[in-house]
DNA sequence: GTATGTGAATGGGTTCACAGCC
DNA sequence: GGCTGTGAACCCATTCACATAC
C-alpha cells in the first residue's frame, strides 16, 4: 500500500492532481508517495546529514547531483531523480540539487524535524538491546518506557529507563506521549501486548515475533521477522548448492 | 571483481533470482521462486509444524484446504495457491492438501531439514541478543560463533559461546562450519566486517548497521534497518495528521 | 458440489531514454 | 556541454475468475 506526502509541484503521473486549492492544514499539499520511495528518501537524507557534518563530498558550490548522491547511496540515479520528482523538489537542470534545500525538503517531508516517542513492551534480551539502541534516539525515536509483566523487572532501570508493568501502558504511554509502540516479548503473547498497546493509544506498531497480529483498521503494523532473514538467506545457499545436501531424500 | 551493492529498501529490492542451472537435489524442481513467495513459504511451514504439535486445526483427515491454511496465516487463499504451485505441489482437487505431505514438502524445499550455522560479529546490547535469540536455533540457526574486537570480551562467553576476536574469523568460521554471518556493530565498522566475512568464506551476511555494503557478486546480503521501520510508521503518522502539525514551512 | 491450479488482468515499482532547461 | 524531470516500457507480484479434477 502506498501513501502520501507533502509536495509543492505537479509531477508526472497518469492522472495529474489538479493543485489543491485551500490546503487543509497549514500549507502542506498531499500526494500520494510508494513506499519504497519512502524508505529511499531516509537513505538520502543520511547520507546528505553525513555530508553535512564532515562538511566534504559535495563541491564548493554546494550543490550535488543526482548521479553523485545515487552514487553515495547506491541507488540507480534515475530512481533517485524520479523519488525526488514525488517531493516536486527542485534542482537545477544542468547542475543538481542544492544539498542543503534538499535536505530541509526531504526533512520536512520526512517529519524529521519531529520527535517520535517509543515504548518497548517485554524486556528480555532484545527488549533490552532496543531500550539502548543509539540508532532510535538519532533518527528521532527516542524509547521513553519500557513494559514487562515481571515483577522482577518492573520498577528496575534498564538503559536509564525505570521499566513500568503492562498494566499501566495507557498510563505512561499517555505520560509519555508516546507514539509508536514495539513488541518484544515471545511469541505468545504479542497479540495481547497488540491489544493492550492498542487501547492505550498506540496506532503505530512494530513486532518482532513472527505470526499475524491482528489489529483494528487504523493501527499500522510493520513486523520484522529476523529468523526469516536467515531462512531467506538459506534459500539463496540452497538453490547455490553450498550445502552440502546431507541425506538424498527423493520422494 | 565485479562488485555489487546490496540494495537498501525493506522490501522493495527486484527479486534476482538467476536461472542457474546448478541442477540441484534430484526430484526437486527449483524453477525460480519469487522471494516473496519463499518468505510466505516459511510461514505455511510454521503454520503446519505448529498444527502438528498441537495436532489440532486440520480435519480428521489429515487434509487443509488452501482457505483454512491461507485464513490461519493471514493471506489471500489464491495467493497461497499460486505460491504452492511453485513447488509443483500437489493438493486434492475438491479436498484441499495432505497436510503431512505438504509440510514435508515445504520443509524440503525451503531446506528446513538442514542446520545453517550462524556467526554474530560484534557483541554489544544487540550482538548479544541475537546470540540469546531463540528464534534462530529453533528454526535451523544455531549460533555457533561470536566474534567482536574488543579485548575486554573476547574470551570471555556470551549467551553460552566464548567471544572470538575477529581476527581469528576465518579459522573459528570455517572450523563451526558457518555459513551465515550477521553483522551487529556500529555502522562505521560495518563494511570491514564484511570484508573479513567474505575473507573468511561466508557468502550470506545479514546486516543491521544502515548504509550499503559492498560485498563481491556472489555473496547475498540482506539489511534489517530497525531505525528505518519506526521511519515507515512516523511516516504514516505525518499522513494521518495525528502528529502535532509540523511547523509551517513551504517558502 | 467443492477445492485446486493457472492463464489473464491488474497494479506497483524500476528502468530507460529523451525532452526540456540551464 | 551537462543534468533534471518524466512519459513509456518493462518486470515482478497480487488478484481474479474459471476450467479442471475429484
Redesign the interface.
Known sequence: MS????D?ATAGGPARLPPIGAAP????R?RTIP??T???L??YL?VLDRCAMVGAELRGDGTISSDELAGL???NPAKLRKDLSYLGSHGTRGVGYDAAALRSTLQ?A??A??T?P?AVVGV???G???A?????P????PVRALFDTDPLKIGRPVAGITVSDIREAALVCRREDV??GVIAT?EPAAQRVADVLVAAGV????GFA???LTVPA?V?V?R?D??????????????????A???????
Chains 1, 2 share one sequence.
Request: no cysteine; net charge positive; aromatic share 6%.
Open positions: 501513501t502520501i506526502v507533502a509543492g492544514g497549514p500549507g502542506l498531499l513506499e519504497a519512502v524508505a529511499r531516509t537513505a543520511r547511496v547506491g541507488v520536512q520526512l517529519g524535524h519531529e517520535y517509543v528480555g534480551h532484545l533490552s538491546a532496543l539502548a539502541y543509539p540508532g532510535f538519532a533518527r528521532g525515536f507514539v509508536i515471545p496506532r503505530s506498531i512494530l513472527p505470526g499475524q487504523d499500522e510493520r520484522v529476523l529468523a526469516l532473514e536467515l531462512q531467506l538467506l538459506a534459500f539463496h545457499e540452497i538453490r547455490r548448492g553450498d550445502v545436501a546431507p541425506r538424498q531424500a527423493v520422494p
